[in-house]
């Protein structure tokens, strides 16, 4: 999930699709630096850059590459010696390999850090003039290459003129590229932003979607349970991210949610910490994060005390949640949760099923049969001793 610190705007590059798809701009906070070597100070109000419009990409293949056609204004009234662009790549953009980025940028990879999940940032460096009013672009647009792993993507773009940027927390050293230098280009048939209209005299942002031509299969295990009335009996279910595709939604719904029914006849002692109760023996779970990575397998542990047989009991399994048309495996999205009580069927109370009522009978049956037994043999005496 990727976030915008506080006070940048999230620009709606794709017109109202972007809006829809509820994207958020990943952007790390600049840092502290000393002014850029540029004919206009980042403070100075009459600065600014502003990104220009870019529409999303839909179709592309894994292991293929994505270009983002990147271009900015300077909507200042001076010119600027020196522009930065950040590229923040999400999990299943890979990051370039070193012969493909321009020797002016520079690559590293971000860890797993408050929710967000693993990236790539490539920043470059323009060490060039930029004229106020006409659109520049680079010489060269990047290239990314596509994980088999692509699904929903993102390449949230940064250009800023306040000094190098700081790539954030958990990230590995900075790799220079070893292509060719590429240094921004005039575009004069493109439309500039118009003077003035920079929110931020530093900075601008805007997030490009990225759609790949993927599936991930989600599915979920069910499970067989054993036991006497009155035991407590474990229950673990799972859910699983068989890929190919890893999935981060773009409405910021969970990743996935699964409904778990208890069979009737138990109540649940100990219920996972990522679920909760909705009544009636049905629970809810939830994922660790807003996206799961292909292979991402989660168990849900419960312990179940059995109150009574009922006969055919059986639990379920199962996605619910927000629609996946990513998933065209609609096969193994529920499974059963089967329990075989083992004893008398209907006996209740914390003994063991063959207690109490169920042997009383058998033994006043036995008692009965010994008693005419007995009485039989005295009969048989009596006739012999009388001489019939």
């Known amino acids: 999930m990727f976030k915008t610190s506080s006070g940048l705007r999230v620009l709606g590059r794709a017109g109202g699709a972007i809006g829809a798809l509820c994207l958020v701009a990943l952007g790390a906070m600049p840092a502290a630096s000393a002014a850029p070597a540029s004919a206009a100070s980042a403070d100075d109000p009459s600065a ?16 293929g590459t994505v270009q983002v056609p990147v271009g900015f204004t300077n909507t200042g009234t001076e010119a600027l010696r020196k522009v930065w662009l950040t590229y923040t790549l999400s999990h299943g953009l ?17 860890a797993v850090v408050d929710g967000e999940s693993d990236r790539t940032e490539v920043i470059c460096e323009f060490d060039r003039t930029v004229r106020p009013g006409v659109v520049h672009a680079p010489g060269r647009q990047l290239a990314f290459p596509v994980r088999d792993s692509a699904l929903y993507e993102v390449v949230a773009v940064k250009a800023e003129i306040a000094g190098h940027p700081y790539p954030g927390d958990n990230f590995t050293p900075e790799v220079p590229g070893t292509a060719p230098a590429v240094e921004p280009a005039e575009r004069p048939d493109a439309t500039p932003a118009p003077a003035g209209s920079a929110e931020n005299s530093r900075w601008d942002v805007a997030d490009v979607p990225v759609t790949a031509v993927n599936t991930a299969d989600f599915r979920v295990t069910g499970a067989r349970l054993r036991g006497g009335v009155g035991d407590t009996v474990p229950l673990t279910v799972s859910f699983t991210d068989a890929g190919p595709g890893w999935v981060q939604r773009r409405d910021r719904a969970d990743a996935a949610r699964i409904v778990v029914k208890m069979p009737s006849g138990t109540t649940v002692t100990r219920a996972d910490p990522y679920c909760h109760s ?6 809810v779970c939830g994922v660790d994060f807003p996206w799961v990575e292909e292979g991402y397998e989660r168990s849900y ?6 109150d009574k047989a009922v006969p055919g009991a059986r639990g379920s399994v199962g996605l619910t949640g927000a629609s996946r048309p990513f998933d065209t495996d609609a096969g193994n999205d529920e499974a059963g949760i089967r329990l075989d009580v083992t004893g008398t069927a209907g006996a209740s109370g914390g003994g063991t099923a063959n207690s109490g009522a169920g042997t009383a009978l058998p033994l006043v049956g036995a008692a009965a049969a010994t008693l005419a037994l007995g009485a039989g043999a005295v009969l048989v005496v009596r006739r012999r001793a009388s001489g019939r």
């Open 94 to 110: 890979a990051r370039p390999d070193r012969a493909e980025p321009p020797s002016n940028c520079t690559y590293s990879t971000i």
């Open 301 to 306: 542990a419960f312990r179940l005390r059995i």
């Open 278 to 283: 909705t009544g009636s023996g049905e629970y």
């Open 48 to 63: 600014g850059v502003v990104l220009g419009r870019m529409a999303s990409v839909d179709g592309v293949e894994p292991g």
